[in-house]
T-cell receptor
Framework: GENVEQHPSTLSVQEGDSAVIKCTYSDSASNYFPWYKQELGKGPQLIIDIRSNVGEKKDQRIAVTLNKTAKHFSLHITETQPEDSAVYFCAASIEGYSTLTFGKGTMLLVSP | DVKVTQSSRYLVKRTGEKVFLECVQDMDHENMFWYRQDPGLGLRLIYFSYDVKMKEKGDIPEGYSVSREKKERFSLILESASTNQTSMYLC????????????????FGSGTQLSVL
């Protein structure tokens, strides 16, 4: 089955800095890659996703990049703010075939 | 907004007890899921259901069962709770689309922190 590795497990940045979280996947057939954000005391919430026919997707301060050859994808957050502090999960699946496999999560702490 | 409600935020049970975790969604979603979340292990799928009375095993179904008698309600059952089932349990739902299984947007509840003593 699919295996998703996520790094780093914790990330501390200063407000205004950029943050990058990286994930690798094992199954070359995977073609859907979402990112979920979990704030303290809440369930995860989808923030952005990308499909394998696209190399990059951007939504305001967040962007996701995908390298199919290397089987890795990354979440980029620019101009970080304290409210970006949360646990972020990457995931992968084969659209139309499998359920999502999640990474182990990254705790992002943005200090004012 | 979609609302996924889990019946308890915190639950304390004793070893050997039968435990029911309840989840209700209000947006007529066909798909419902149960995950457990453990530090350093991420989110792991226990069971899911694509329709009433249907269930599919996820990655870690051992020691659990589920029930889906109504579309809006999905219950996770621990037949005989053990200490290694102490965890945060998250319920999720999503709209069905036969062409995009695996890429539906998941809506999560806030979770139930279960402690088995």
């Amino acid at each position: 089955g699919e295996n998703v590795e996520q790094h780093p497990s914790t990330l501390s940045v200063q407000e205004g800095d950029s943050a990058v979280i990286k994930c690798t996947y094992s199954d070359s057939a995977s073609n859907y890659f979402p990112w979920y954000k979990q704030e303290l005391g809440k369930g995860p919430q989808l923030i952005i996703d990308i499909r394998s026919n696209v190399g990059e997707k951007k939504d305001q301060r967040i962007a996701v990049t995908l390298n199919k050859t290397a089987k890795h994808f990354s979440l980029h957050i620019t101009e970080t703010q304290p409210e970006d502090s949360a646990v972020y999960f990457c995931a992968a699946s084969i659209e139309g075939y499998s359920t999502l496999t999640f990474g182990k999560g990254t705790m992002l702490l943005v200090s004012p | 907004d979609v609302k996924v409600t889990q019946s308890s935020r915190y639950l304390v049970k004793r070893t050997g007890e039968k435990v029911f975790l309840e989840c209700v969604q209000d947006m007529d979603h066909e798909n419902m899921f149960w995950y457990r979340q453990d530090p350093g292990l991420g989110l792991r799928l226990i069971y899911f259901s694509y329709d009433v009375k249907m269930k599919e095993k996820g990655d870690i179904p051992e020691g659990y069962s589920v029930s889906r008698e109504k579309k809006e309600r999905f219950s996770l059952i621990l037949e005989s709770a053990s200490t290694n089932q102490t965890s945060m349990y998250l319920c999720a739902s999503s709209l069905i689309s036969s062409t995009v299984v695996g890429s539906e947007k998941l809506f999560f509840g806030s979770g139930t922190q279960l402690s088995v003593l």
